[in-house]
């Protein structure tokens, strides 16, 4: 079965630090494109950050640039998210998805060009 699995949400208080995972299970990640894309509810899904297949490469949205640090293991089929310095307004859902055709400068902002898509898990940064 072909999934990517999304774990590491949570409830951080205004300041803190989340680390998400993406793990792929029958699928192979080593020549995909990752992003994490983050959804609220009345608003429209926003790209977060994306990594190339070999890792050498990432982007990230403004509003957490500097915050937030993107990075993979192949060999474990993963990908990560490092959050620090949370703040409210960076609580959605995070889905991590992965795309072999994903045109890397647009990897924010393309979510069509992905092929495979987690579940989400939630992320709540709260006082």
């Known amino acids: 079965q072909l999934q990517l699995v999304e774990s590491g949400g949570g409830l951080v208080q205004p300041g803190g630090s989340l680390r998400l995972s993406c793990v792929a299970s029958g699928l192979s990640l080593e020549y995909d494109t990752v992003g994490w894309f983050r959804h609220v509810l009345g608003k429209e899904r926003e790209g977060v950050s994306c990594i190339s297949s070999s890792g050498s490469s990432s982007n990230y949205a403004d509003s957490v640039k500097g915050r937030f640090t993107i990075s993979r293991d192949n060999a474990k089929k993963t990908v990560y998210l490092q959050m620090n310095l949370l703040r409210e307004e960076d609580s959605a859902v995070y889905y991590c998805?992965?795309?072999?055709?994903?045109?890397?400068?647009?990897?924010?902002?393309?979510?069509?060009?992905?092929?495979?898509w987690g579940q989400g898990t939630q992320v709540i940064v709260s006082s």
């Open positions: 998805a992965t795309g072999r055709t994903v045109l890397f400068g647009a990897c924010l902002s393309q979510p069509g060009g992905y092929d495979f």
